[in-house]
């Protein structure tokens, strides 16, 4: 890879059972048609995502795309996972998808083990109730893929400073991205450095775009191709995607910013390309604090890289 190329990342978010089921073999035949490279991150325990799933995208999200869509995105079983019908248990169920993904050249790393717990509670749970989770969701990526996860993904962004330090520690992560912010950095917790870089997401998501200001499913992908042909030839991109999203409904969109960023010569990879990138070329990475802030078009506080310490 040459260093006068412009690398973008393709992170995917795997929330959902039906998403991981249908969404995401769709993702990979469409990266492969398209020579992309891209990191799967997948939530392994129980799909409990039931009615919480407003709660996974911004709030309103679908009442703007259409009122039908919930049920077009996600058919009526997963509307009931968690409340009316059993959840899920998405490793056990979809071990084999999971497996053909990485078999297909893609990096495969964890989102979450609970996606509507971890996304819901981890900002305000104690060192014990972190690590429990991150254990469960460590434990079933090793069931599935008889290897240690190298990377992680906070689900909705949600993460507190005891995950931070239990990736470097306990994980032995080699990087993560479980932040939100403009180029990759080491976080600093309580005045002490986290040697797990965070590689976070630059770009803005689909759920956070549609419906506002007069970004419609029509215009959504000239919109962030508008973005990153604005970015300078040394910048790292990072778009987050979701299976469900543009695995499915959506996946015309992603085609449509694929073959977009290819002509704006991106290089389209995984994150462990950037990681490795930044290993080889000996980048002096910058120390940034982590806070919560707030992101437009979403409601709530998620993980951003904060000031430089
Ligand atoms: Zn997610």
Not at 155 to 163: K, L, P, R
Not at 261 to 290: D, E, F, G, M
Request: hydrophobic letters at 40%.
């Amino acid at each position: 890879m040459k260093n006068n190329q412009k690398f973008l990342a393709l992170k995917v978010d795997v929330d959902t059972y039906r998403g991981t089921k249908e969404g995401v073999p769709q993702l990979v035949e469409l990266f492969k048609k398209h020579q992309a490279q891209a990191t799967f991150y997948f939530s392994l325990g129980p799909d409990q995502t039931g009615r919480a799933l407003k709660r996974v995208f911004r709030p309103g999200f679908f009442s703007k795309v259409s009122r039908t869509s919930v049920l077009k995105h996600y058919g009526l079983k997963t509307i009931l996972y968690g409340t009316l019908l059993p959840a899920p248990h998405i490793a056990r169920k979809c071990a084999h998808i999971m497996r053909e993904t990485l078999a297909s050249g893609f990096e495969v790393g964890i989102h979450t083990y609970n996606h509507i717990k971890w996304q819901d509670y981890v900002c305000n749970k104690d060192f014990e109730w972190t690590k429990k989770e991150l254990e469960l969701a460590a434990a079933e990526f090793t069931l599935v893929f008889k290897d240690m996860a190298k990377t992680h993904a906070a689900a909705g962004w949600q993460i507190n400073d005891h995950a931070i330090k239990i990736e470097n520690s306990l994980m032995r992560l080699e990087y993560s991205s479980d932040t939100r912010g403009t180029s990759p950095f080491l976080p600093v917790i309580e005045n002490k450095l986290i040697n797990c870089p965070q590689l976070p997401t630059t770009l803005p998501t689909l759920d956070e775009l549609i419906g506002v200001n007069g970004i419609d499913e029509s215009n959504v992908a000239d919109y962030i191709l508008d973005l990153t042909a604005a970015t300078a030839a040394t910048a790292t991109q990072v778009y987050t995607l979701h299976a469900e999203l543009e695995g499915m409904r959506f996946k015309p969109i992603l085609e449509k910013l694929l073959i977009g960023w290819k002509k704006q010569n991106h290089n389209l990879v995984s994150l462990k390309t950037i990681y490795n990138h930044l290993i080889q070329n000996q980048c002096k990475l910058p120390h940034h604090q982590i806070t919560m802030g707030e992101i437009s078009g979403r409601s709530g506080k998620v993980a951003m890289q904060g000031p430089v310490i």
